[in-house]
Structure formats: structure tokens, C-alpha cells
């Protein structure tokens, strides 16, 4: 028995070959991401976490390939044939993918999988030669607040009567960086809690590029509306906060950071 070492790409991986056989060897492939997931100005900071995934294209397979991480480096390893040939795309959160140039967004989510930066679609280009992988976000950032939140099972409810907030869309070349834009349809995203007391929220869900109206729906108010906003790539808007017990005004504008990393160069 022979055991060789091959290097490919700057992927190293090891398989011990007896003689000819069908089956192609699973072995170790690595990718690296070394920037934080982002910063939200004035908002703190996000690394990448143990346990964080992304989905690589196989080229050889026509499919998915999920990487982990650890140790929240931004060091992504997976189990994958030897034979394998990524390329064209990468995407985070895994679980977004469903084709190179295709994702879809959850309708509903919870705290956790807003949590830490979980819930921020983005995408990089898987080059021949390179392990290197660069993400950018693929869309806007929407943070709401929302005080004295009921105790129960509840929604908060984000819906649109022009463009759809979730559910499938393509992923579109935009002056160079990648995009999903705001397609027709009706649809919502909702955070979806439930709560042994009465409580503060505060959440960041991800919305497609475009202009279009919001519509906010709380526990025991009445919608609040938004005027038209144009939601750009790789920035973030803030809602006024929305308070359940004592009104107020809903201010109909959002407030707009950009989206920068530690070192001025994420996107």
C-alpha cells in the first residue's frame, strides 16, 4: 500500500490508495474566511462563532457542500470527495442556499437565529487557486425595537403590499457585488416569540434591495407604516422604537447606517 499526498489549489488533503476502486475517497477540504461577519455602526461588532456553517458549490456534483467552523476563527472544514471542484459560490448563512445564483429567507424567525449576526445573508465568489473566501452582504439590514412586548406566544410582523420579504430570489450582479432584489408579490418575516413576561425586543432581519413600504405589526396595536425607503446593500435602517403600553408617535423614516468591519474593508 502506497499513501500519497496531494495538494490542489492550495486545498491539501491525504488519501491512502490500495488499488483502483469506485468509490472516490472523502478527505479534508478547508476554506478560509478571516474577517468578522460584519459591525453594524454604533451597534457593536460580530465574529464568526463555533458552529457557524456555509454552503460551497461542488462543481463535480452539482451540489452544496456545508462547511463548519469550530472554533470561530473563520477557518471552515468539511468532509467532501477528493475529486471535488468548488467554485462559482459560497453562501452564509448554509441554510440560505439553493443554487449558485438562487437563495431563499426564512418567513419566520427567533431571537437565537438573529442572534450574533446569524440572520445576515451573504455571499463570495469561489475562485480557481484560492481557498480564500471574501463574503459581502447580499442585502439590507432592518433593526426594530419594541417595548413592553406581551408575555405569550407572539409575532412581530414585517409585510410589504408591493415586494416580497421572504421565500425564494435570485441573486443578481449589482456594480460589481451581488444583490437580491425586492421582487412583486405580498409577503411578510416574522420574529416569533414566546415570552413568560412582559419584555423589551430588539431584532435585526435581513431585507431585500429595493424601494418599497413596510408595514410593522405588534401585540395589541394597531400596524405602524412606513413611507417608501430604498433599502441599499450593506447598510443597516433603524425603525423609531415601537412602544406597546405607551404609545407615541411611529416616526415613518428610518435611520441608516453603513455596514464596516473592524478594518474599514467588509461589505
Not at 442585502?139 to 408591493?162: E, F, R, T
Request: aromatic residues 10%.
Amino acid at each position: 500500500m502506497k499513501r500519497i499526498l496531494i495538494t490542489i489549489l492550495g486545498l491539501s488533503f491525504a488519501f491512502a490508495s490500495c488499488e483502483k476502486s469506485s468509490d472516490e475517497p472523502m478527505v479534508e477540504w478547508t476554506f478560509e474566511a478571516p474577517q468578522t461577519k460584519a459591525s453594524l455602526s454604533g451597534s457593536g461588532t460580530f465574529s464568526w462563532a463555533p458552529g457557524d456553517e456555509i454552503a460551497v458549490w461542488n462543481g463535480t456534483a452539482g451540489a452544496f457542500v456545508t462547511f463548519a467552523t469550530q472554533t470561530g476563527s473563520g477557518r471552515f472544514t468539511a468532509q467532501a470527495p477528493a475529486n471535488a471542484h468548488f467554485t462559482a459560490a459560497a453562501y452564509y448563512p448554509a441554510s440560505i442556499a439553493t443554487g449558485t445564483e438562487a437563495v431563499s429567507l426564512p418567513t419566520s424567525y427567533t431571537l437565537a437565529e438573529l442572534s450574533g449576526g446569524k440572520g445576515m445573508p451573504m455571499f463570495a465568489a469561489v475562485n480557481d487557486g484560492s481557498n480564500i473566501l471574501n463574503f459581502k452582504h447580499l442585502g439590507a439590514l432592518l433593526k426594530v425595537k419594541v417595548l413592553n412586548v406581551p408575555a405569550g406566544n407572539v409575532q412581530i410582523v414585517l409585510s410589504s403590499s408591493s415586494v416580497s420579504l421572504s421565500g425564494g430570489f435570485t441573486v443578481t450582479p449589482s456594480g460589481g457585488d451581488r444583490v437580491i432584489s425586492a421582487q412583486t408579490g405580498s409577503a411578510t418575516v416574522a420574529l416569533s416569540l414566546s415570552l413568560s413576561d412582559t419584555q423589551d425586543v430588539e431584532f435585526t432581519v435581513p431585507v431585500p434591495v429595493g424601494t418599497y413600504a413596510l408595514t410593522c405589526t405588534v401585540p395589541e396595536r394597531s400596524p405602524f407604516y412606513t413611507d417608501s425607503v430604498t433599502f441599499q446593500r450593506g447598510h443597516l435602517y433603524t425603525l423609531s422604537t415601537i412602544d406597546v403600553e405607551n404609545g407615541g408617535e411611529f416616526a415613518q423614516t428610518c435611520e441608516v447606517y453603513e455596514l464596516v468591519d473592524d478594518n474599514n474593508n467588509w461589505e
